[in-house]
């Protein structure tokens, strides 16, 4: 029930782009997107509504594909402060509950 | 969003002892959740806490073992009770601002010797 993330681990130069994966085996009503940094609180980064809408800000983007019940991160053009772990949190029954994915680990290095 | 505090944010405790965290927020809100996150691991949810319903638990989790309080709009507790060292963990309050979106507590970071 769990979301799967993929890859668990990426690691970049500043500049490079990167794509995190989650993929659901229920169908999905929403999903969301969080980064968290060591030792603190996940920050919420964007909230994607079934419709296959995409989102954006900055140079952080995402997609949401209902009908194969997957959502991509992506980033472009990495900067140092992208590095943490990042987690999907997927609500399947339109409750506001979430059930959070495997999560990602982003490095970014000069 | 929403300015959220918890205290204690850690603490080292004794086995069979009870633990109360505190999670107070900025500004009215009507859905609290409670999350145990372990370390390097994802979140998981404990139960979601509304002002004037009992809390409700997820798989895995129950009242006796972790109950909650929700007095008002702004403020909950969670009491880790009978510990055990298998309850050694984050354990983060979120609260949701009406916009579909869980803005997260410091958290609390608990070891049980």
């Known amino acids: 029930q769990q979301p799967v993330q993929s890859p668990q681990a990426v690691i970049l130069r500043e500049g490079e782009d990167a794509v995190i994966n989650c993929s659901s085996s229920k169908a999905l009503y929403s999903v969301h997107w969080y980064r968290q940094k060591h030792g603190e609180a996940p920050v919420f980064l964007m909230i994607l509504l079934k419709g296959g809408e995409q989102k954006g800000h900055d140079k952080i983007s995402a997609s949401f594909n209902e009908k194969k019940q997957q959502s991509s991160l992506y980033l472009t053009a990495s900067q140092l402060s992208y590095s943490g772990t990042y987690f999907c949190?997927?609500?399947?029954?339109?409750?506001?509950?979430?059930?959070f994915g495997t999560g990602t680990r982003l490095q970014v290095f000069p | 969003s929403a300015v959220i505090s918890q205290k204690p944010s850690r603490d080292i405790c004794q086995r069979g002892t009870s633990l109360t965290i505190q999670c107070q927020v900025d500004?009215?809100?009507?859905?609290m959740f409670w999350y145990r996150q372990q370390p390097g691991q994802s979140l998981t949810l404990i139960a979601t806490?509304?002002?004037?319903?009992?809390?409700?638990?997820e798989s895995g989790f129950v009242i006796d073992k972790f109950p909650i309080s929700r007095p008002n709009l702004t403020f909950s507790t969670l009491t880790v009770s009978n510990m055990s060292p298998e309850d050694s963990s984050i354990y983060l309050c979120?609260?949701?601002?009406?916009?579909?979106?869980?803005?997260f507590g410091p958290g609390t970071r608990l070891l049980v010797l």
């Open positions: 979120s609260v949701d601002t009406g916009t579909k979106t869980q803005y």
């Open positions: 500004s009215q809100v009507t859905m």
């Open positions: 949190g997927t609500d399947p029954f339109n409750t506001d509950k979430l059930i």
């Open positions: 806490a509304n002002q004037g319903s009992e809390a409700t638990y």
